[in-house]
T-cell receptor, first 115, second 113 residues
Framework: ETGVTQTPRHLVMGMTNKKSLKCEQH?????MYWYKQSAKKPLELMFV???????ENNSVPSRFSPECPNSSHLFLHLHTLQPEDSALYLC??????????????FGPGTRLLVL | DAKTTQPNSMESNEEEPVHLPCNHS???????IHWYRQLPSQGPEYVIH???SNVNNRMASLAIAEDRKSSTLILHRATLRDAAVYYC??????????????FGKGTKLTVNP
């Protein structure tokens, strides 16, 4: 399944580094999402974009900065992260928002380790 | 969001049917029942969804109780590749409903050869 791709697949960074996660969807969808999955915790929604506009910020710390230049691409810029930010970061897309359109397609995730 | 309750884990044998239960006693009339699964080292993938009637697709069947307070995901012949965490999620299908997919802990399915 190559509908939603994420790069890099694995990332190790120090607390003072700046890095970016990239997500690309090839499904012609209009909505894109960032989720965080920490060990032994359920997936947590971080951000939602619809037609490039942010519609949801789930109280995410400012050290995570999303960017959505178009409906096919989504970035998550990372700076001055903490070790507790180590997690699997998942990108997803959907045709739109609401109702039965809400089938979301997930990428494989980026496994992030903050040292 | 209305909540769902699932067993933490279940086991099955290969090529046998698996019935994964989900309770959602506070479901509202516009909530769709969605199932996703997450295979090891992968992102979640959509399995099936329904509103009132039972649903079938190439992956699974969804049986919805008449009062809609519970549902069951049915894998007709489990394979080793079906070993995953299965999530039952309620989605608000009304206009302007929440775009959130609220994941719980799900049911970890182990398939024995």
């Amino acid at each position: 399944e190559t509908g939603v791709t994420q790069t890099p697949r694995h990332l190790v960074m120090g607390m003072t580094n700046k890095k970016s996660l990239k997500c690309e969807q090839h499904l012609g969808h209009n909505a894109m999402y960032w989720y965080k999955q920490s060990a032994k915790k359920p997936l947590e929604l971080m951000f939602v974009y619809n037609f490039k506009e942010q519609t949801e910020n789930n109280s995410v710390p400012s050290r995570f900065s999303p960017e959505c230049p178009n409906s096919s691409h989504l970035f998550l810029h990372l700076h001055t992260l903490q070790p507790e930010d180590s997690a699997l970061y998942l990108c997803a897309s959907s045709q739109g928002l609401g109702g039965t359109q809400e089938t979301q397609y997930f990428g494989p995730g980026t496994r992030l380790l903050v040292l | 969001d209305a909540k769902t309750t699932q067993p933490n884990s279940m086991e099955s044998n290969e090529e046998e049917p698996v019935h994964l239960p989900c309770n959602h006693s506070t479901i509202s009339g516009t909530d769709y029942i969605h199932w996703y699964r997450q295979l090891p080292s992968q992102g979640p993938e959509y399995v099936i969804h329904g509103l009132t009637s039972n649903v079938n697709n190439r992956m699974a069947s969804l049986a919805i109780a008449e009062d809609r307070k519970s549902s069951t995901l049915i894998l007709h012949r489990a394979t080793l590749r079906d070993a995953a965490v299965y999530y039952c999620i309620l989605r608000d299908g009304s206009q302007g409903g929440s775009e959130k997919l609220v994941f719980g802990k799900g049911t970890k399915l182990t398939v024995n050869p």
